[in-house]
């Protein structure tokens, strides 16, 4: 049976360990000054060396030729005290997590008394010294805090605030870190080398990935790749299916069909991420992983290869197209709903079908996101066309509508919105141009969520479009309904960063011919989804009133039914859906849709 790796690579000097530079430097120093403390603390998570920082320390004490940093690695100090070696009397290790009672303590202390058998110092090393009772502790204080000359202690623990502070207090402290993958990449590297095994493209970084910069971790790993290598090499499709990792390629894949919000493909990704045994939840985490390395790739431009040096040319040339294709702000929104859905990939429900889920949603983010906000506003010709004065008028002046305050509240802004733009439609030369907004959308929806949490999700969510001086939102779901009690902070998150004179307006633009705009403008509550062009026609609530929209005339002969007054919401149940006005805008607000044809009701 061979030995483990990690035993085999464990170092015997200081000048071997890896990635702990910041540690080593100054044991080293301190040794070669004769400045030695007899107490010492290593901390640090686990398999970063401190254990073995603790051994080397001991035989750098002990050496014949010490102390000193460097080993002679001759004498017989050395040689007992290398890797692999028998030990040495003078040096005891003890594992605090078995020995942790105070007759243990006492029983160390007693050791302790006597002098070394041979060589410079008794060394005492106690490993997982977290683990000791608070008896023993109080037992090995005496010893530690008058120690006699010939005794050193080098305490190693996971979880250095477990311990005795009064014994803390007495050492030389010092923290040993993960190891960065820059670091370890090399070391694996030479290991590999060394063991004369090929390894293909992309296996260190699942085993770095893996071994959590763990080194000791990292190296286990290898250890079990390394010993299903066939002919010396190890194939980069088999390291990521015995360590359960998403194949690379297959990321890609569903990447680039996310990309291309071709759903098809991504569900048949989804399948095979699932037939080939990969778990949902580890697959959900390797694309949060190629998210984030996605995002740096969006924003670090050139200086993307020195931040992700582990991925190889050819991939990061491709990342940077994928990064390019989706935007920087796509990618973060993605990542956020990946991230979201991670959280919740726990409890009952299957993570295969959360997983699908989480895909919808990946792609229906990229769809809002390909349509979004701003587009170009349409010659002015179309405004006046589409937006006949005499149907604005009957509409505000219902006689409901006075009585209704939520309606009425926003009703001032948006009606004068409605009208009044295309008079000024020459002004806004001072005002930013379409592009300029759309590039401060993102500020705005920031300045919008730092005023209300609740105000930047309804932007975040919407859609708008600028025409004039007027913001057109338009908004589906339950938010739409928030947006009247919101509308001031919204507005001034616009003012914030777009300059003053903008108007906030609910609805399409006017100049969408499809969309009927003036009345899309004045309600608070126009949900503009799109629907299915049947809808105007069964209309079941209030079927009669449907009148022609572009003739005013039915409206004036046939007033529309008249609003109940008990279902109307008072002005401070916000969250209610105020009504909107009776008539075609209401078959409209109810159903959703677009009218494509009219047919007047014979009398
Ligand atoms: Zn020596």
Same mark, same amino acid.
């Given at each position: 049976?061979?030995?483990?790796?990690?035993?085999?690579?464990?170092? *015997?000097?200081?000048?071997?360990?890896?990635?702990?530079?910041?540690?080593?430097?100054?044991?080293?120093?301190?040794?070669?000054?004769?400045?030695?403390?007899?107490?010492?603390?290593?901390?640090?998570?686990?398999?970063?060396?401190?254990?073995?920082?603790?051994?080397?320390?001991? $035989?750098?004490?002990?050496?014949?030729?010490?102390?000193?940093?460097?080993?002679? !690695?001759?004498?017989?100090?050395?040689?007992?005290?290398?890797?692999?070696?028998?030990?040495?009397?003078?040096?005891?290790?003890? *594992?605090?997590?078995?020995?942790?009672?105070?007759?243990?303590?006492?029983?160390?202390?007693?050791?302790?008394?006597?002098?070394?058998?041979?060589?410079?110092?008794?060394? #005492?090393?106690?490993?997982? =010294?977290?683990?000791?009772?608070?008896?023993?502790?109080?037992?090995?204080?005496?010893?530690?805090?008058?120690?006699?000359?010939?005794?050193?202690?080098?305490?190693?623990?996971?979880?250095?605030?477990?311990?005795?502070?009064?014994?803390?207090?007495?050492?030389?402290?010092?923290?040993?870190?993960?190891?960065?993958?820059?670091?370890?990449?090399?070391?694996?590297?030479?290991?590999?080398?060394?063991?004369?095994?090929?390894?293909?493209?992309?296996?260190?970084?699942?085993?770095?990935?893996? +071994?959590?910069?763990?080194?000791?971790?990292?190296?286990?790993?290898?250890?079990?790749?390394?010993?299903?290598?066939?002919?010396?090499?190890?194939?980069?499709?088999?390291?990521?299916?015995?360590?359960?990792?998403?194949?690379?390629?297959?990321?890609?894949?569903?990447?680039?069909?996310?990309?291309?919000?071709?759903?098809?493909?991504?569900?048949?990704? #989804?399948?095979?991420?699932?037939?080939?045994?990969?778990?949902?939840?580890?697959?959900?985490?390797?694309?949060?992983?190629?998210?984030?390395?996605?995002?740096?790739?969006?924003?670090?431009?050139?200086?993307?290869?020195?931040?992700?040096?582990?991925?190889?040319?050819?991939?990061?040339?491709?990342?940077?197209?994928?990064?390019?294709?989706?935007?920087?702000?796509?990618?973060?929104? $993605?990542?956020?709903?990946?991230?979201?859905?991670?959280?919740?990939?726990?409890?009952?429900?299957?993570?295969?079908?959360?997983?699908?889920?989480?895909?919808?949603?990946?792609?229906?983010? +990229?769809?809002?996101?390909?349509?979004?906000?701003?587009?170009?506003?349409?010659?002015?010709?179309?405004?006046?066309?589409?937006?006949?004065?005499?149907?604005?008028?009957?509409?505000?002046?219902?006689?409901?509508?006075?009585?209704?305050? &939520?309606?009425?509240?926003?009703?001032?802004?948006?009606?004068? =919105?409605?009208?009044?733009?295309?008079?000024?439609?020459?002004? &806004?030369?001072?005002?930013?141009?379409?592009?300029?907004?759309?590039?401060?959308?993102?500020?705005?929806?920031?300045?919008?969520?730092?005023?209300?949490?609740?105000? !930047?999700?309804?932007?975040?969510?919407?859609?708008?479009?600028?025409?004039?001086?007027?913001?057109?939102?338009?908004?589906?779901?339950?938010?739409?309904?928030?947006?009247?009690?919101?509308?001031?902070?919204?507005?001034?998150?616009?003012?914030?960063?777009? !300059?003053?004179?903008?108007?906030?307006?609910?609805?399409?633009?006017?100049?969408?011919?499809?969309?009927?705009?003036?009345?899309?403008?004045?309600?608070?509550?126009?949900?503009?989804?799109?629907?299915?062009?049947?809808?105007?026609?069964?209309?079941?609530?209030?079927?009669?009133?449907?009148?022609?929209?572009?003739?005013? =005339?039915?409206?004036?002969?046939?007033?529309?039914?008249?609003?109940?007054?008990?279902?109307?919401?008072?002005?401070?149940?916000?969250?209610?859906?105020?009504?909107?006005?009776? +008539?075609?805008?209401?078959?409209?607000?109810?159903?959703?849709?677009?009218?494509?044809?009219? $047919? #007047?009701?014979?009398?």
């Amino acid at each position: 049976m061979a030995q483990a790796l990690y035993r085999r690579y464990r170092p *015997d000097t200081f000048a071997h360990l890896v990635g702990q530079d910041h540690v080593t430097d100054t044991l080293r120093a301190a040794l070669d000054g004769g400045r030695a403390s007899h107490a010492y603390l290593f901390s640090g998570p686990r398999g970063c060396g401190k254990t073995t920082s603790a051994r080397i320390m001991a $035989r750098c004490l002990n050496c014949a030729e010490g102390p000193t940093s460097t080993p002679c !690695g001759t004498c017989e100090s050395c040689i007992e005290l290398a890797s692999g070696g028998s030990g040495s009397l003078d040096v005891i290790e003890m *594992d605090a997590a078995s020995n942790r009672g105070i007759d243990d303590a006492r029983d160390l202390r007693e050791r302790a008394e006597f002098a070394p058998v041979r060589d410079r110092y008794k060394v #005492i090393i106690l490993d997982e =010294a977290h683990m000791v009772t608070k008896e023993g502790a109080n037992a090995l204080l005496k010893l530690i805090e008058e120690p006699p000359a010939h005794v050193k202690f080098i305490f190693a623990t996971t979880e250095p605030e477990k311990m005795l502070p009064t014994i803390r207090s007495r050492t030389h402290h010092y923290q040993f870190r993960l190891v960065p993958p820059q670091v370890l990449r090399p070391y694996l590297e030479t290991i590999c080398q060394q063991e004369g095994v090929q390894v293909e493209p992309g296996v260190l970084d699942l085993v770095i990935r893996a +071994g959590g910069g763990s080194v000791r971790d990292s190296l286990s790993v290898l250890d079990q790749l390394l010993a299903g290598a066939e002919n010396g090499s190890l194939p980069y499709a088999r390291c990521a299916a015995l360590l359960g990792y998403t194949d690379a390629n297959l990321l890609d894949e569903v990447i680039d069909a996310l990309g291309a919000g071709d759903g098809a493909a991504v569900f048949t990704g #989804i399948e095979r991420v699932t037939s080939s045994g990969v778990d949902p939840k580890r697959f959900a985490e390797d694309l949060l992983q190629r998210l984030r390395d996605l995002v740096i790739c969006a924003l670090a431009a050139d200086q993307a290869s020195a931040i992700l040096p582990h991925i190889a040319d050819d991939q990061l040339a491709r990342m940077k197209q994928q990064a390019e294709q989706w935007g920087s702000r796509l990618l973060s929104r $993605r990542a956020d709903i990946v991230e979201e859905a991670l959280a919740n990939m726990v409890g009952a429900t299957p993570p295969r079908l959360m997983l699908e889920l989480l895909m919808g949603r990946l792609l229906v983010a +990229g769809v809002a996101e390909s349509t979004p906000t701003v587009q170009p506003t349409p010659p002015v010709a179309a405004a006046p066309q589409s937006r006949p004065t005499p149907v604005p008028a009957p509409v505000v002046s219902q006689p409901t509508e006075t009585s209704t305050p &939520p309606a009425a509240t926003p009703q001032p802004r948006a009606t004068q =919105a409605a009208p009044e733009p295309t008079p000024r439609e020459p002004q &806004p030369a001072t005002h930013a141009t379409n592009a300029n907004f759309t590039a401060q959308w993102d500020r705005i929806v920031d300045e919008a969520k730092k005023l209300s949490a609740i105000a !930047g999700a309804i932007i975040r969510d919407a859609k708008a479009t600028v025409s004039g001086t007027t913001v057109y939102v338009s908004l589906a779901g339950p938010l739409a309904s928030r947006l009247p009690a919101n509308r001031e902070k919204i507005e001034q998150a616009i003012t914030t960063v777009m !300059g003053p004179g903008w108007t906030l307006s609910e609805g399409a633009p006017p100049a969408d011919p499809k969309v009927p705009a003036p009345e899309a403008a004045p309600h608070p509550i126009e949900k503009s989804q799109p629907a299915p062009p049947h809808s105007s026609e069964p209309a079941p609530p209030p079927p009669e009133p449907a009148p022609v929209l572009e003739d005013p =005339a039915p409206y004036d002969e046939a007033p529309p039914m008249p609003e109940p007054e008990e279902d109307l919401p008072s002005e401070d149940d916000r969250d209610i859906e105020a009504p909107p006005p009776p +008539g075609v805008p209401q078959v409209l607000s109810i159903l959703g849709g677009t009218i494509v044809e009219e $047919r #007047i009701k014979e009398a």
